[in-house]
């Protein structure tokens, strides 16, 4: 441990309890180290196995990738790249590196690390194949080879023009990790992550903290903070009251009725993005009632969205309609109507169906990625059910433990099951979780089995086409046979929030739901 780790260490002694999920105590925290409430424990800091938005929020601190969005934006600008170019038919792109770039462990950013990146995510003969699973590799399945004319030139062939490729690649999934470290670690890599970023790793102490500071050999400008602590506070109201309490400096997804209080109160900023999010019901469409569409119609007209979005999440959210977040104007329906709240429609089907007190089991999570107020939603949407005669039985899970269970697939155990997304692109989320080749057996998303092969082939024409407008048709009509097949019950989508200490300065929530935070600093 370095000199300056050790005085890190010893400064955080005196603001941390002992004790694990403990709260800070009002001790003082440095100006230039950031204290931050995260939802819940990272489960990894591998870029390639990850797939919350919880983790992702460390992960862009540490490592960047070929391209980022631009802040503010789902636009894409140079990062490790400086500059590319792309062949008139769509299937190359070539890319310059900047050159003296090294990773934290010391070692070059080079095109051979860019390619081993690709390689141990898409080749399962690549010597480093085995410290996956990698579970958004989806996100380049179009690549056919990567490969390194020199050392500062990357050249990407893909096997059919992919019009998301850009925006994939500034995705967390496409951030580049150190192929030293990773072969010196092997699976333990997620647990000691090396990149390039602005910041670099420096501990992970389960269930209280992980500590990352300022990468004093970083390319670019070096970044405000010496350090920061990220600690894992599942629950949104515990997580408000050690904000108010001082021993959090920026704390992620607020509890809507927290937000009135740091609204009026001194010495709080209240943050405010609306962003490319879907909170939905995962249902089963291979096991149990819900198999029949008309049930799975049913529960969407039983859910009363707007009570959901108004009383619960006061007004942070708005009811969906469909599975294109209004943030993708180009590609969402004006005209989609959805699932107005319509119990007697709902009985109506249940009845046609044969399905009048049909018992279903309902995955809930306690916290998570996007996941808003799990718990509560969760409680009415039980209530609604059950008032047009459907009995649910909730279990409730750890957030981690929660995606183990529901990203293997509902199976026999569950009918249905809490889930949301933030996306890059309005491919990303039907592409994964909807898609018949997505199933979880293919490594996919597709937990509730669902299979259309028109939906399947509208979205490959999605992507490989490199017209927005047409995209954008092809998407409306992807969107009107969901709706009509109901594979999940869609339910809202939130305007992403944080709140942070009047001392921080340069914070900025992203579209991108990333939490970039090279710019921050504290008064």
């Known amino acids: 441990m370095t000199g300056f780790r050790r005085a890190l260490a010893g400064l955080l002694l005196g603001a941390l309890l002992a004790l694990p999920g403990a709260p800070l105590r009002a001790a003082p925290v440095p100006k230039d180290v950031l204290v931050v409430g995260q939802i819940a424990e990272p489960a990894s800091l591998d870029p390639a196995v990850s797939t919350a938005t919880n983790d992702f929020r460390i992960l862009v601190n540490l490592y960047e990738g070929l391209v980022r969005y631009r802040p503010g934006t789902l636009d894409v600008e140079p990062a490790l790249a400086e500059r590319w170019t792309v062949s008139d ?75 998301p490729f850009l925006s994939n690649l500034a995705y967390p999934t496409g951030l580049i990790v150190s192929p030293t470290a990773v072969m010196k670690e092997g699976r333990g890599f997620g647990r000691r992550p090396v990149g390039t970023g602005p910041f670099r790793f420096v501990e992970w102490q389960g269930s209280r903290r992980l500590t990352i500071e300022r990468n004093p050999d970083y390319w670019g400008t070096p970044a405000k903070l010496r350090a ?55 249902l089963n469409t291979r096991h149990g009632p819900l198999k029949d569409r008309r049930v799975r119609q049913a529960v969407n007209y039983a859910i009363d ?181 109901a594979p999940w019950a869609f339910v809202a989508h939130w305007k992403q929030n944080a709140v942070t200490t009047a001392a921080v300065r340069g914070f900025a929530l992203e579209p991108s739901f990333s939490l970039l935070l090279d710019r921050v600093s504290k008064d």
């Open 89 to 163: 038919d769509g299937l190359t792109y070539r890319f310059t590196l900047r050159p003296g770039v090294t990773f934290h462990d010391g070692t070059p950013c080079d095109a051979l690390a860019v390619k081993f990146n690709f390689d141990r995510m898409l080749d399962k003969a690549h010597p480093a194949a085995d410290t996956g699973p990698f579970p958004l590799a989806f996100f380049f399945a179009a690549i056919e080879r990567v490969e390194a004319p020199d050392p500062l030139t990357v050249r990407i062939t893909l096997t059919e023009p992919f019009a």
């Open 228 to 282: 920061v602590i990220f600690r894992p506070v599942s629950d949104p109201n515990t997580r408000a009251m050690e904000m108010l309490a001082g021993g959090l400096d920026v704390m992620v997804e607020v509890p809507a009725d927290a937000l009135s209080q740091f609204r009026d109160g001194d010495g709080f900023r209240v943050h405010e993005q609306a962003g490319p999010h879907l909170w939905f019901l995962i």
């Open 305 to 485: 969205k707007g009570a959901i979005a108004d009383s619960i999440l006061q007004g942070t959210a708005i009811p969906a309609r469909g599975p294109t977040a209004p943030a993708f104007d180009w590609a969402a329906d004006p005209a989609a109507t959805g699932y107005p709240y319509d119990p007697d429609k709902a009985r109506a089907l249940l009845k046609e169906a044969g399905a009048e007190g049909a018992k279903l089991t309902f995955y809930v999570a306690e916290g998570g990625s996007g996941m808003l107020d799990p718990a509560a939603m969760g409680a009415a949407i039980q209530a609604n059910l059950a008032a047009v005669g459907l009995s649910v039985t909730i279990e409730t899970y750890e957030w981690n433990s929660f995606l183990a269970r529901v990203n293997g697939g509902l199976g026999e155990a569950a009918d249905m099951a809490e889930m949301a997304w933030m996306t890059n692109d309005p491919d990303t989320l039907p592409y994964l979780t909807l898609r018949s080749g997505a199933l979880p057996e293919a490594g996919g998303f597709n937990s509730g089995y669902y299979a259309n092969p028109e939906l399947d082939r509208l979205l490959e024409r999605a992507r490989r086409s490199g017209d927005r407008a047409e995209r954008g048709a092809l998407y409306r009509q992807a969107e009107r046979i969901i709706v009509e097949d």
